[in-house]
């Protein structure tokens, strides 16, 4: 298993009347989560669409337990439960306040496309290299 963390401070542009982080910016925090937890593997997704490789989101999941709030600081904890396999690769997330309390978790499904013709296309052998380690005696 991968684990990568983040730490991202609720700006008051992200909150809502009630004062809580509006619901739609957790993907943008766990956007923020996903790209930090590849650079932290020496994977950049700017070089990875230099080499003619996107990831976009095929599906969102979240569920959330506790409101944040103007100025907390969240960790974004990033996991990638298992080696990627085919054209997709999954990730969890877990989004915690300040507490260690997790107040919501989600999960994305992203499928690695040719940026020439926006097809599906395999996982590049750089990223299965870069994540394989992490998973050694578990196949």
Known sequence: MYVSENKIRVRYAETDRMG????????????????????????????????GVMLPVLSYQTKYFKPAFFDDILTIRTIVNEIPTGTRITFQYECLNEQGVCINKAETSHVFVKTSNGRPCPIPESVIEMLAPFFKGKE
């Open 20 to 51: 809580y982080v509006y619901y739609g910016n957790y993907a943008a925090y766990f956007e923020v989560g996903r790209v930090e937890a590849l650079r932290a593997l020496g994977l950049s997704y700017r070089v990875m669409e230099e080499q």
